[in-house]
DNA sequence: CGCATTCACTTAACATGTTAAGTATCTTCG
DNA sequence: CGAAGATACTTAACATGTTAAGTGAATGCG
């Protein structure tokens, strides 16, 4: 049980254990998976109900703020990453909820916009979506929500610029 | 008749939707979403460089504190759903960073372990994770880190509850 | 004991996340 | 003008999320 390299460069798997790092339970990333999950788990069966996912329902909600956008502007208000954006807008084209036509100064642009029987569709959803969306906001406080909801802006800010640099300078 | 310019900021965008809803952006889901994403941004290119995926580390990370565990229980401590566990292990058990045998007592549970090759594994990943871990909270603060995560532990106890008097009302 | 239930996974099927490659269009600049 | 490069998507490929169904092994109970 003493023997035991004095050499720190030597990696000695067994010690590997006495290194736990952070508790795992207590990551951030953890956190904020397990709130998330908390929080969308009151909201799917509804959406599930109407025949829609927890992104279908971001696209369409973004699309109803703001009429009508190209599709790269609109990865970013809903916060998709353009592939899959690509493939909900296909299907939700072929379910009419959603109008698309490519624009006429820059071909490569595709308007979006929602189509009337998506705005039904949200309205059906809508009261349902709020309601749950209030009974959080009594249960966890809506002061601490305004709070937590700034702290977390003020997380997303603090690493912005992180890991631009190494790009730039590591481009290749 | 004057040919219309095809300048499409003409149509005045008629009349924004009726009921807007909370501001899209500002949604909770959409909080915790964005800023984990800014969090694991910051992960995934040293996790890829070392062949891992989010997931993959996790169970990883969790398999090397407990030891050994039956699946179900890593499941629950790496947060993940069944089904993606067992793709998870059936890979990780392919490339050998993990061991697997059925238990005696019981034949349906399935023990699970690090191997010798995934302590090392790990060993090579742990320390550019645990840099980027310092500079995250060096950025946002220390305090406010635990602040927020405090607040967040909160809000899944706020909800743990909710949604479990329907399911005991309303089954089939 | 025997059989329906429950349990611990595993498979299957479909949708999205993530990165890389492809395609068509537009822009730039010689 | 015209070829190189930039843009705005779209496809492809692989991994995970999510729900439902399947499989084999315990358990409960008459």
Redesign the pocket.
Known sequence: MTKRPADPADDGAAAVRQVPMRDFSRSLPMSLLRAR?AV?RQF?PSL?EHGL?E??WRILRALAAIDTV???ELARTAF?????L??????LEARNLIERKTAKA?????MVSISEKGVKLMASVAPSSEAIYAEITRRFGARKLVELQEMLGELERSLAELGKAEEASAEE
Chains 1, 2 share one sequence.
């Open positions: 999950e969308m799917r599930r996912t992104q279908q190209e599709v790269t998709l990453l353009g592939p899959s690509s493939r909900i807008l296909r299907d820059d071909q490569r642009r595709s």
